[in-house]
């Protein structure tokens, strides 16, 4: 059963992967254009600059080296895929293979929850769990350090960013697992609604802890606009939150229609329906 579980996890996540694509290209791919334009602008500015210090003597003489010096640098800073590419067939190749992931991992979270939250359906489960999910996975890690659009960042600083989000993320999804666990032990004894917010308090209380324990990362210029900032971040919450509404919405439509089918052939004595 856990394996029908993971296919109609990964089939909802390639779905939820493609809406996700969908919503970045209206929404997340002009930020992109207009940092990768702000970056352009930022370094003609400073070539011009250190060109107009120089003599008409300097430059006259140094044409040529400086010519082919260009060019040299031109072939050595060529993309090894285009920016239409990237925004295109790159970004929805990526998607697709994280939503599959991601469903993957969903499935099987809900194959171990079904049962021990409560008398949820099939389409309540699915619900909170996407919506759990997305807290501990994408907006709680987000609020320490967000995601931030290109020429945001140091390179060299790019191994010690991506280790301090990865470590965010585990605890969060650790403190999330924990304040369900704690939610439901406590559910008995306190109701169904006081256990949750004992949960949710365990929640917060780990993650703002871990907030501060962890170093701050601010690593945007003073002269980047902060408006284009500030939509790059929402357009990529918007794109996460696409891909885990569809993830839960979907895969609870498709357990729900799946558990009726078992009914139905349970009855017949055949085996239980994949989709």
Partial sequence: MVGIYLARGMLIGILAGLLAFGVATLIGEPPVERAIAFEAAQATGGHEHHDAAATPDTVEAGHSHHHHHDAQAA???????????????????????YGAAVGGMFALTYAYAQGRMGTLGPRGLAA???LLGFLAVVLVPAFKYPANPPAVGNPDSIQQRTALFFILLILSVAAMAAAVVTARRLAARWGTWNAGLAGGALFLAVMIAAGYALPEVNEVPETF????????RIASWGIHAALWAA???????LCERAQSRDLQALRRGDGPALF
């Fill in 75 to 97: 072939d050595e800073e060529e993309e090894l895929f285009s920016r239409g590419t990237q925004g295109g067939w790159g970004l929805l190749t990526g998607l697709l293979v």
């Fill in 128 to 130: 909170i769990l996407a």
């Fill in 225 to 232: 606009p902060a408006q284009l900032l500030w939509r790059f």
């Fill in 247 to 253: 993830l839960g919405l979907g895969f609870g439509w």
